[in-house]
């Protein structure tokens, strides 16, 4: 076997392993995966500035806003309002995801909710405190027992799990407007 031959060999290897190892290794190429098969599932990826969020969003202008995602609509009464918003997502600020849900009261945002893949609770959680800052607790258990801290959030209050996500509680961060003024 030639030198040239052998080379050529260690490159094809090393450009088909290499890329497959970071997959499989690296917390990044696990999370990029699941990404791209939720991506080919047809759901698309939501990049969401918490600073924008605000009661003053209508129905419309949230349609508007995010034109990628299929939002189905109905007017539904919940605890967070009178009409709901539904969309499948990829991923959410980069952190593999499963939906988006908009609340609405009288067509104007009263709360948000989305809900992410348990193995990225720590990476998003992380992502917030980058972007927001800090969390408060939300209650006495935030630190010890995986309670809820929280976040100002445009005119409103983003809640997340602590970052000790409780075994049995689904992963979601919550938005809630402070008032419909």
Known sequence: MSL???YMRFLLITLVAGPLAWVIITDDGQRFADTLFLKL????EVQLNYKNLSSRVSMQSLKQGMPELEFQCARQRTDFGDSICHAKIASINGAPARY????????RLSAMRFGYQRIYHQFLYQQTVNALGMPRVADNSAQSEGGMVM???????????????????????????????
């Open 4 to 6: 040239n031959q052998l």
């Open 151 to 181: 976040w100002q959030a445009g005119d409103g209050l983003l809640y997340m799990f602590s970052e000790n996500l409780p075994p049995k509680k689904e992963p979601v961060g919550i938005w809630l407007t402070r008032s419909l003024d």
């Open 100 to 107: 988006l849900s908009a609340f609405f009261v009288a067509d």
């Open 41 to 44: 599932g047809g759901a698309p």
